[in-house]
């Protein structure tokens, strides 16, 4: 029984110190080391220089209902993207939310699931404009 948690614990060790090769992408300082990680990891097969500057997350709670339970958010990613030659492309993306909370663990922690999806979003964007 102990081998078998000890084998467990080596092999999900190993697989979280996994090195990620990203040489390739460059960050200014408006990237959080949690947002550095999830663009090298869905950007580790792009081989082309890549820097990425001022990346914003921002959102709005809009179309409140009468009791004040039930709102909309729109949550939005932007960021500039520098080519090899020099070009500055802008690139968003958003997502809109329907919730019934407005401040609570639950809703921080839904704002970080949706900023990683709309980073997979912006993903697939500069996947298109590196190739």
Not at 1 to 25: E, Q
Not at 119 to 129: A, E, H, L
Request: hydrophobic residues 35%; proline residues 0%; charged residues 20%.
């Amino acid at each position: 029984m102990f081998t078998r948690n000890l084998t467990v614990l080596i092999f999900l060790s190993s697989c979280s110190i996994t090195n990620i090769d990203t040489n390739n992408l460059d960050f200014d300082d408006s990237f959080s080391n949690s947002d550095k990680f999830q663009f090298n990891k869905c950007l580790s097969n792009t081989n082309n220089e890549i820097k990425l500057s001022n990346l914003q997350f921002n959102y709005l709670a809009e179309n409140i209902n009468s009791q004040g339970l039930e709102f909309n958010t729109r949550y939005i990613l932007s960021l500039v993207l520098k080519t090899q030659d020099s070009v500055d492309i802008r690139i968003d993306s958003m997502r809109l939310n329907t919730t019934n909370y407005i401040s609570s663990n639950m809703a921080d922690s839904e704002k970080k699931v949706i900023k990683n999806l709309l980073i997979s979003d912006i993903c697939k964007s500069i996947d298109n404009y590196a190739k």
